[in-house]
């Protein structure tokens, strides 16, 4: 299992998260999990459909108090 790297996008509206994530991708090793924070809806439909276009793995979804939680792993 690789690590888990949490991105704290609260506060930023899209693409603003989806664009640290896709940073955070490139720098990551593959089975590296990455954990996006976002307050912003939009993150909970376009993190997905970039994740499945690319070919990453969507780990889960769990909105919380305010946010969504959107855990992504690195597959190549």
């Known amino acids: ?6 991105i704290d996008a609260r506060g930023a509206f899209c693409p603003g ?3 640290e994530l896709i940073a955070a991708i490139k720098l990551a090793e593959v089975g ?5 924070l976002s307050s912003d809806k939009g993150s909970a ?4 459909e970039w994740v499945a276009k690319v070919g990453h793995r969507l780990v ?3 909105e919380k108090d305010g946010y969504w939680s959107i855990v992504v792993e690195k597959t190549k």
């Open 60 to 62: 889960g979804i769990e």
């Open 45 to 48: 439909n376009d993190i997905p």
């Open 32 to 36: 590296d999990e990455i954990e996006v």
């Open 1 to 6: 299992m690789g690590q888990r790297q949490t």
């Open 17 to 19: 998260p989806l664009m």
